[in-house]
């Protein structure tokens, strides 16, 4: 089993910050990308950001410029840094992780967490 709770979501201005971060806990023995997809309503999930256990990272058209994404590796943990955020960039925003079992396979899993609510109102 696998385990993501993510935190930090919420209401927020236009033009302000938010920083939303993702733990991964559980049955895990590497973890490689990690990243944030989000959802609005009557919209399909779209990815936002995502980052390879190296560092490589990756992000929407809409946010590039704005949003950065980070993790720790020691901490199972992926951030997502939000500035100058629009009321457009409201929507519930999911964690999303790959991941291996075990050493022994090369096997990749793909595990989303319940996502977390950000409002940006105008």
């Known amino acids: 089993q696998v385990q993501l709770v993510e935190s930090g979501g919420g209401l927020v201005q236009a033009g302000g910050s938010l920083r939303v971060s993702c733990v991964a806990s559980g049955s895990i023995f590497r973890l490689n990308a990690m990243g944030w997809y989000r959802q609005a309503p009557g919209n399909q999930r779209e990815l936002v950001a995502a980052i390879t256990s190296g560092g490589t990272t990756t992000y929407g058209d809409s946010v590039k410029g704005r949003f950065t994404i980070s993790r720790d590796n020691a901490k199972n943990t992926v951030y997502l840094q939000m500035n100058s955020l629009k009321p457009e960039d409201t929507a519930v925003y999911y964690c999303?992780?790959?991941?291996?079992?075990?050493?022994?396979?090369?096997?990749?899993?793909?595990?989303w967490g319940q996502g977390t609510q950000v409002t940006v109102s105008s």
């Open positions: 999303n992780v790959r991941y291996q079992r075990s050493g022994s396979s090369v096997i990749e899993y793909v595990y």
